[in-house]
């Protein structure tokens, strides 16, 4: 689980500015999935990357959000314009391959950035 | 559309008793599903999974029961420990040819093993 790196773990933004949160996954791992987590909900998945990829995104809001993961370099979750809405909890989960069947055990959570927009 | 459920936002069991946690779920096209342990300002941590084919998987004290036709699935925690109190996730997802890993999760049930 310590194996996948989240940055900051903690970040305030005010209200219009920008965001960006950093994921490196474990090593050797080239699946990298974003997370939300809302007060008193659970986790609501947001997009799938694989290197230079985007596989999935079907859970990105339309608007301000993007995500990458560049050849070189830790995954970055961006968020333009925050509001006080897209304060939550937001993790960063990577797995080495992703097989039929599941993605089970092969997946580490790393420990979150807790965004807080004031 | 809430495709997991956890209807118990929180348990309170004894150290020594099982802990019981349920979840449900509405989608039948679910293949797998898993439990995440989360403490407070961490990540959440695998703790088990069972195959859609699968009706129960034990590994240790910790016991997961599927049942397809009623789409629901327990956790079973015996002896339950004050260690185990945290908040447990219950989560889905599919496999095939679209399988992209993305899991769908309940809202959690906080657990408390009181000593």
New interface residues.
Partial sequence: ?AG?M?NPRHLVRRRGQEARLRCSPMKGHS?V?W?RQLP??????MV?LQKENI??E??MPKERFSAEFPKEGPSILRIQQVVRGDSAAY?C?S?PV????????E??????TRLTVV | DQQVKQNSPSLSVQEGRISILNCDYTNSMFDYFLWYKKYPAEGPTFLISISSIKDKNEDGRFTVFLNKSAKHLSLHIVPSQPGDSAVYFCAAGSAGSSNTGKLIFGQGTTLQVKP
């Fill in positions: 689980n996948v989240q699946h999935y997370y008193e909900e659970g986790l609501k998945f799938y596989i999935d079907s859970g993790f989960a797995s992703t097989r039929t069947g599941g993605f089970g055990t997946a580490f959570f790393g420990q979150g």
